[in-house]
């Protein structure tokens, strides 16, 4: 079974991405699940409940909280999380599925490989994703061509082994400690081209707190990755002291 899991709040366009991800599904297996994380003050948990899909009321913080709840309440074999304002697009669902077959334990939807794509954000957004991408890569050394995509497919196998209990952040960080720890357990990550839009309607609900949160949870990883470095057999320390005897 599939499992498609969506954090929302406050979400005017939920009835038509819902509508959407069901004509998608129809090309390809009947036994899915959608599931809702909600935190709205608005009337889209009624509306969501009103489609058949189970409403979790989110009872933790930020995006990454509403993420973990709805992974532990996920059923399926395999688990997309998507956005809930159509700038995730449910016809890529199939080829998250395909990528997934190859042997790949996380499949990130990818705005910046052949392919792929972003529609409607301005400058500051851009540079924000950007920076982001290029210090995690060089600075928590995960090699992963679009790290802060939200839009991804994970195993069951990387839900049930992953320590999510530990992680440190709560918002945005929270796709990229993700990242982190699965290449630290050896999952294998792929990605596949989507075309991202940017909302249309709604406001968008990343903040300078979580810009914040990201720089540091990219600097723990980067300190971690260090630590690690040095700990390692054959290090320059170890070799060093090795040297020395």
């Known amino acids: 079974m599939l499992s498609i899991v969506i ?3 406050n979400e005017p366009l939920i009835e038509e991405l819902i509508a959407q991800i069901k004509k998608t599904m129809k090309t390809i297996t009947d036994d899915y699940e959608i599931l809702a994380v909600d935190k709205s003050e608005d009337d889209t948990a009624h509306k969501l409940r009103d489609l058949n899909v189970k409403v979790i009321d989110q009872q933790s913080k930020g995006l990454g909280g509403a993420i973990l709840e709805g992974l532990a309440a996920a059923q399926g074999n395999s688990v997309i999380v998507m956005d809930a304002d159509l700038s995730h697009d449910p016809k ?7 990528k997934s077959s190859e042997g790949f334990d996380i499949v990130i939807g990818s705005r910046r490989i052949k392919g792929g794509g972003i529609v409607g954000w301005g400058i500051y957004r851009k540079a924000v994703s950007g ?3 290029l210090l995690g890569r060089w600075i928590a050394g995960i090699r992963v061509s679009d790290m802060t995509s939200g839009y991804r497919l994970y195993s069951h196998e990387v839900i049930k082994t ?3 209990q530990k992680f440190r952040s709560s918002g945005y960080a929270f796709q990229l400690e993700v990242l982190a720890e699965a290449s630290r357990k050896g999952f294998r990550t792929g990605a596949v081209p989507i075309v991202f839009h940017d909302r249309v309607e709604g406001v968008s609900k990343l903040t300078k707190k979580d810009v914040l949160e990201f720089a540091l949870t990219v600097t723990w990883l980067g300190l971690l990755r260090l630590m690690n470095a040095f700990r390692r057999p054959g290090s320059i320390v170890q070799n060093r002291k090795k040297c020395e005897e």
């Open 162 to 164: 992953l320590e999510f």
């Open 131 to 133: 920076v982001g991408n």
């Open 7 to 9: 954090p929302t709040r």
């Open 92 to 98: 890529f669902i199939p080829t998250f599925l395909e």
